[in-house]
């Protein structure tokens, strides 16, 4: 996929498998999936992606997510993601840049192994407010401290909408976590968002008001939700979710008075 000059691909790294109707809902809406069956496996299961996206862009090699990680856990399991990158052309040396959509474990997976970095020569990148709550707060989870902790040395946060890298913006949308952040890359007339999980399935972005169990904050991350839906809708703009069927981009069009995420062919 390519946005002018600067191209973007995902890297692939794993699945993970949630129940549908238990983890996204609509309130006040009975049977929110009933007209999305397409979505799910025959169990109601909603099968989500797992990994990130590799933006060149000028002499930079960015990631955007760095995956799972190599867990199984029976409901997320990865382990891909470098073999992928390599499938790229792209080695642990060759990246310059990882940025992080927010600070979940299957976001962060690839960023350490064994207490080590995993792309020796990158800067990483995340909200300062993620940094916050995922590292530094008192009540941070032991797990997320011991994955995320030895990239302090190379850690740069930022807390305002800043540019990362030639055509790729960062812009804060907190909610689904404080420092919440979807990338946008341009070029020229063109752009396409990376949404982190501002959405979790294409549902969320063919009506209002969806709710994941995994948002911290349930009320902004819907408002987030619903105001990146409106942006994006009967744009030229391609958006793609962390968690996309094969991470693939489209765009968000209304045909015949019903909104519909549609994949690039
Ligand atoms: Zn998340
Ligand atoms: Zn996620």
């Known amino acids: 996929m390519k946005i002018g000059s600067i191209e973007i691909l995902p890297v692939l790294d794993g699945v993970g498998r949630e129940n549908a109707h238990e983890v996204l809902s609509r309130p006040g809406v009975d049977d929110a999936w009933s007209c999305h069956s397409d979505q799910l496996d025959e169990h109601g299961v909603l099968h989500l992606d797992l990994g990130g996206f590799l933006v060149r862009t000028g002499d930079r090699v960015v990631l955007v997510d760095a995956g799972v990680g ?9 382990g891909k993601f470098l ?29 350490t192994s064994k207490g080590q970095v995993v792309f020796p020569h ?5 909200h300062a407010a993620d940094w916050a709550h995922f590292v530094e707060a008192p009540d941070a989870q032991p797990g997320a401290v011991r994955k995320l902790g030895p990239l302090r040395s190379r850690l740069e946060t930022f807390d305002t909408d800043v540019s990362i890298a030639p ?12 420092g919440s952040t979807v990338y946008i890359v341009a070029d020229g007339d063109q752009r396409a968002l990376l949404l982190g999980d501002v959405v979790h399935s ?45 991470l693939r981009f489209g765009r ?14």
Do not use: C, K
């Not at 913006?169 to 976590?177: C, K, N, S, V």
């Not at 991350?221 to 069927?245: C, Q, T, Y």
């Open 252 to 265: 968000v069009v209304t045909a015949s008075g019903t909104r519909r995420f549609q994949h690039l062919v």
């Open 122 to 126: 990158a800067t990483y990148r995340v």
């Open 202 to 246: 294409v549902v969320e972005l063919h009506e209002r008001d969806w709710e994941a169990v995994f948002d911290l904050d349930p009320v902004a991350a819907r408002a987030m939700r619903n105001v990146i839906a409106d942006e994006v809708a009967d744009s030229a703009d391609l958006v793609v979710g962390a968690h996309f069927p094969g």
């Open 83 to 111: 073999r992928s990158l390599a499938a790229r052309g792209v080695t642990p040396e060759d990246v310059t840049d990882v940025v992080f959509t927010h600070l979940h474990f299957d976001h962060v997976g690839w960023a």
């Open 70 to 78: 190599t867990i199984d856990n029976g409901q997320y399991s990865g």
């Open 167 to 178: 055509g790729l913006t960062a812009r804060h949308t907190p909610g689904h976590t404080p």
